[in-house]
T-cell receptor
Framework: SQKIEQNSEALNIQEGKTATLTCNYTNYSPAYLQWYRQDPGRGPVFLLLIRENEKEKRKERLKVTFDTTLKQSLFHITASQPADSATYLCALGGFQKLVFGTGTRLLVSP | NAGVTQTPKFQVLKTGQSMTLQCAQDMNHEYMSWYRQDPGMGLRLIHYSVGAGITDQGEVPNGYNVSRSTTEDFPLRLLSAAPSQTSVYFC?????????????FGNGTRLTVT
């Protein structure tokens, strides 16, 4: 069955460092992958989309990579700030549907 | 610029009661969907709609009904609430039903069934 894995343990880093979050998937061949941010008590907010023919996508301090051979996406936040603390969800694209991972909580300490 | 609005924010039901979770969007989005989010399970798709008058089932549709009479509104009905339906419910919309259209989420309804 299709499976999306994100690290369930929180990632703790210091302000100014680069945070790297991982999204692995099996039994799936998505045409694209999306990343969302979710704050407590709020709905997810779209951040970035990367297609299967793109190796890397950037937006300000965010960078996403997509390796269809390894079946993995990496999400990087450079020069992290306490305001980046949130849960980050990856989602894989299927026909008219997105399949979400469980998310990884990021904690950036000053 | 309201985006996706969900009401109520919180609801407590007794087993067997019915209710409707409301969702409205003011972005003229074609695609709307309902997800539930449970600890350790991620977001799971309940029902979705690609336009007014068209609905379809997602991954976990049992116990829920939807209708889409207008582009703006997509209510979710719980027919006979069960404790297993205790969850946080999110409504989401996107410009089109294309697979790469980003979803815009509401802020959720937290439902407890006792």
């Amino acid at each position: 069955s299709q499976k999306i894995e994100q690290n369930s343990e929180a990632l703790n880093i210091q302000e100014g460092k680069t945070a790297t979050l991982t999204c692995n998937y099996t039994n799936y061949s998505p045409a694209y992958l999306q990343w969302y941010r979710q704050d407590p008590g709020r709905g997810p907010v779209f951040l970035l989309l990367i297609r299967e023919n793109e190796k890397e996508k950037r937006k300000e301090r965010l960078k996403v990579t997509f390796d269809t051979t390894l079946k993995q996406s990496l999400f990087h936040i450079t020069a992290s700030q306490p305001a980046d603390s949130a849960t980050y969800l990856c989602a894989l694209g299927g026909f008219q549907k997105l399949v979400f991972g469980t998310g990884t909580r990021l904690l950036v300490s000053p | 610029n309201a985006g996706v609005t969900q009401t109520p924010k919180f609801q407590v039901l007794k087993t067997g009661q019915s209710m409707t979770l409301q969702c409205a969007q003011d972005m003229n989005h074609e695609y709307m969907s309902w997800y539930r989010q449970d600890p350790g399970m991620g977001l799971r798709l309940i029902h979705y709609s690609v336009g007014a008058g068209i609905t379809d089932q997602g991954e976990v549709p049992n116990g829920y009904n939807v209708s889409r009479s207008t582009t703006e509104d997509f209510p979710l009905r719980l027919l006979s609430a069960a404790p297993s339906q205790t969850s946080v419910y999110f409504c989401a919309s996107s410009t089109t039903s294309r697979r790469d259209s980003p979803l815009h989420f509401g802020n959720g309804t937290r439902l407890t069934v006792t």
